[in-house]
C-alpha cells in the first residue's frame, strides 16, 4: 500500500490527550509511516483515576507548550475536556495551530455549562475533527470548520493474523459479549434484567462475557457480578487489559456482541466484532447511519424491553455473512483507507 500522497504535511505534530488509547497508538503509528513526527502528551492511562497524576501531566503539558512551542507546526488534541481547554490556554498564548478531534461522550456527557463552554472553545480553533459525521449536526449554528477523521483499526491485521488460532474461551456454548467496557454507558445492569426473562434452558446455551478492563469502579464491577449470579447466567468478565493478540482473539471467539450502550459515536471494539464475523444486536437509538448505508448483516432493537425474543431468535452468522461483513470493514475502516482524511486535517485546514 503506497503512502498517502500529500506535498504540505506539517513535520511535527505535538498530540495531546485526556488519557492514552491503543487508537491513538495506531494514528501515531500510521502518522509516522507518512513521514509526520509525533510527541504524544496525555493526563492519565485507562484504569489509573489518579487525580494528583492527572495534574501533574497537565501541569507538565502547560508548561511544555510554554517552552517547547516553536518545536511543533500544529498542536492536536484528543477528548479535550474543560481541562484540556486550560492547558490550550498555553498554546493560544504561543499563537501555535490547534486542531481538537471529538471522539464523542466527552461533549454528549457533558452538562450544558461545560458543553457551551467546550462550543465557546470550539470556535476558537483553526479546526475541529469528528470521529462520526453523524455528529456534525450538533455543532450547527456555530462558525466551527470541521471534518470528519473516523480511526483505522490496527487490530484488524491482528484479528487477520489469528483467525487459525484457538481461544480459552468456552467452545460449546454461544458467547455473548455484553458491552465493550466497564462504565455504566454499556447499561450492563439494564441487560442483566433483561436476560432474566429468558427461561433457564435457554439461557444454558449461552456464555456471556463482560469485557470490564477500563471504565466503571470497583463497586460497579462487583454489581454487575452479583446481579449475574443472581440469575444463574454462565458468565466471565475480563478486568485487565488484554494485549493484542488477546484481544483479536476474543473479537475472534464472539458469537454475538450486544452494542446497547446509551450514547456512542461509533465504538471501535463494535467495527472490530463485526470485522472478527460477531452478530452484532444494537439499538436504534445509537448514531449508526455510516454503518446502516453499508447493508451490513446486523440486528436492531428499539428497546431492551425486545431483546430476550431477539437473542432467542438471533443465530450466528454464516461464514457467506461474515465474509460480507469483513469486505465492508476492510473497505472503510482499516487505516490505509482512514489516514487519508487524518492527512487532510492536519495539512490543509
Known sequence: ?????????????????????????????????????????????????????????MFFSFLYILFQSKKYDCVSYHYATKYLILVDIAARLKRMRRVCTIWGSE??????????????????????????????????????????????LSQFRHIDNNRQKTSTLKTDKINIVVGTNGSSNQQHLEILKQLAFISDDDLSKYHFIFPMSYGGNNAYRNLIKSEATNININFSTIERVLNEDELSLLRLNTDILLQLQVTDQLSGAMLESIFAGAHIITGSWLPYETLDVLNLKWSKIDSLNELPEKIGNIHSLTNEEKKENKVVMGDGFSWEYRIKNWLCFLVET
Open 107 to 152: 461533549f454528549t456527557k457533558a452538562s450544558s455549562k461545560n458543553r457551551e463552554q467546550l462550543l465557546s472553545w470550539y470556535s476558537t480553533l483553526n479546526a475541529l475533527s469528528v470521529t462520526n459525521k453523524n455528529f456534525i449536526s450538533s455543532l450547527s449554528g456555530h462558525k466551527i470548520n470541521v471534518h470528519e477523521t473516523s480511526f483505522g
Open 1 to 57: 500500500m503506497q503512502k498517502a500522497k500529500h506535498t504540505t504535511t506539517p513535520k511535527r505534530v505535538l498530540l495531546i490527550s485526556d488519557f492514552d488509547h491503543f487508537l491513538i497508538d495506531g494514528l501515531k503509528s500510521e502518522l509516522q509511516k507518512n513521514d509526520v513526527q509525533i510527541k504524544h502528551l496525555f493526563m492519565g492511562t485507562m484504569g489509573n483515576k489518579s487525580r494528583f497524576k492527572f495534574l501533574f501531566n
